[in-house]
């Protein structure tokens, strides 16, 4: 029983109590409550019922109050990027003086106000001043250059691609080993300017099969829309290698690698992966028994279907259009009825 359901019973049985003896002080003193509250309980009882004996619920507290004013905050603000080293008791303390405004701030408001923006530590401070000074007068420290160097290093340059074909991230995902099935893998293409996919399952993981994932899925999909596929990015794989980089060189795609250990480089299709995984797989295999893997092809085709046409996606390059507005509809192409079922 829990806590609320027992209070509920000894309330009813108060209740009970007063209604058998007829006299409601004596009921109390059995009980050890006061008539006051004893009353309180009845005129709720009256009121809603059984019902109304349930304790209530306390409502949500509310949260700290703004300490700051817009003002303030703009004058701590050039005061904490003004003098860097500075720490909160000698950021407060020029402030409070009335040439600088006369601002009370006590030094835990100032140090919470830097750590919300991102400014509590004096190298935060100093970075973002030698940002500026990279920026504007040409300045640049040696350990702003290294910092400058791996930002674009991290930015990945790839995802620059502005027409589909451009660029087609692929990867493959490890399914499971199912009862009666084997080994199941899929292998997964997401197209990095419109997000639009392509994915196919098998019980075969090797470059042959990737190498035939890419030539009687991908291609005829972009040769039905009629966009040169160009350029492939997968990982270090095995299965990445040998027979598949021959058929990228018999059909003139150049295919390029990702870095070891940054799995984020191919993050388009990372993401797809996990979106096929949440939304589908993990339903299926709790609604279904899949006993060969054309039951699970047809449901990766079902839901491709409904991701690529009907699911709006909110990136920055489709802005709540499905994929396929953009894949098929770009250009007068030729619609998406049309195209054939690879």
């Known amino acids: ?34 008539r006051t509250l004893f009353y309180r309980w009845r005129r709720r009882y009256l009121a809603y019922g059984s019902d109304g004996l349930y304790p209530k619920r306390p409502g949500p507290r509310r949260g700290r109050p703004p300490t700051l004013s817009v003002e303030a905050e703009r004058a ?24 600088h405004g006369g601002w009370n701030l006590a030094p835990a408001t ?19 001043l030698e940002v500026y000074s990279a920026q ?21 340059p790839h995802v620059a691609a502005e027409q589909p074909g451009e660029l087609v991230c692929l990867d493959t995902f490890y399914l499971g080993k199912l009862k009666g099935v084997g080994k199941v ?76 250990r940054h799995a984020w480089t191919n993050g388009f299709v990372e993401r797809l992966q996990g979106t096929i995984l949440t939304e589908l797989w993990r339903v299926e295999f709790r ?13 990766l085709d079902r839901y491709l279907e409904f991701y690529n046409h009907r699911r709006p996606h909110l990136g920055y390059r489709t802005r709540g259009r499905p994929p396929a507005a953009l894949f098929w509809g770009i250009t007068g192409r030729r619609d998406h009825d049309q195209a054939p079922n690879p």
């Open 185 to 260: 893998w899929q292998y997964t293409a997401c197209d990095a300017a419109c997000s639009y996919a392509v994915a196919q399952v098998t019980t075969e993981f090797s470059a042959e099969a990737a190498a035939r994932f890419l030539t009687t899925r991908v291609l005829p999909v972009y040769q039905a829309a009629g966009w040169p596929l160009r350029r492939v990015l997968t990982d270090c794989g095995s299965e990445y290698r040998g027979a598949f980089d021959q058929a990228c060189a018999a059909r003139g795609i150049r295919h390029t690698r990702t870095r070891p």
């Open 136 to 156: 504007t007068a040409g300045l640049l420290t040696e350990r702003t250059r290294r910092t400058l160097a791996h930002a674009r290093r991290r930015q990945s």
């Open 76 to 99: 701590l603000l050039a005061v904490a990027l003004a003098w860097p080293t500075w720490g909160p008791a000698r950021v407060s303390a020029h402030l409070a003086h009335p040439a």
């Open 287 to 299: 609604r279904r028994f899949f006993t060969h893997i054309r039951f699970l092809q047809a449901a």
């Open 110 to 128: 100032i140090y919470r106000f830097l750590r919300r923006v991102g400014l509590q530590t004096r190298w935060q401070r100093l970075g973002v």
């Open 1 to 34: 029983m829990t806590l609320e359901a027992s209070v509920h019973a000894y309330r009813l049985r108060v209740i009970a109590r007063a209604q058998a003896l007829g006299n409601v002080s004596q009921a109390c003193r059995e009980f050890g409550i006061s």
